[in-house]
């Protein structure tokens, strides 16, 4: 599970046994659980699964991915290359 990025209490994951699906990201609260993450498509931005984030967490991650589509794309298709991919610090 590569930690693709993340902000102050929010981690962003990917799966590596569900890279077929369409590109999503899994996100987690540090404090809580990633047994219950959230999951959100990245080419419509639409929350499949909202996990144990609240309503505030899943509007903020995103607010963040739309920010950083580009980057956290590009780390995935790495990521599917085979390649080292340094965890993204969004702001």
Do not use: C
């Not at 993450?37 to 699964?49: G, M, N, P, Q, R």
């Amino acid at each position: 599970m590569p930690k693709i990025a993340t902000y102050k209490y929010l981690v962003f994951y990917l799966v590596s046994y569900d890279l077929s699906e369409r590109l999503h990201l899994h996100i987690f609260n540090k404090n809580g659980s990633y047994a219950n993450s959230a999951k959100i498509w990245l080419d419509t931005l639409e929350v499949f699964e909202q996990g144990n984030l609240t309503r505030r967490e899943i509007n903020l991650a995103s607010k963040l991915i739309e920010k950083s589509k580009v980057e956290i794309i590009d780390s995935i298709e790495r990521f599917k290359k085979g390649e080292k991919v340094k965890t993204i610090e969004l702001k």
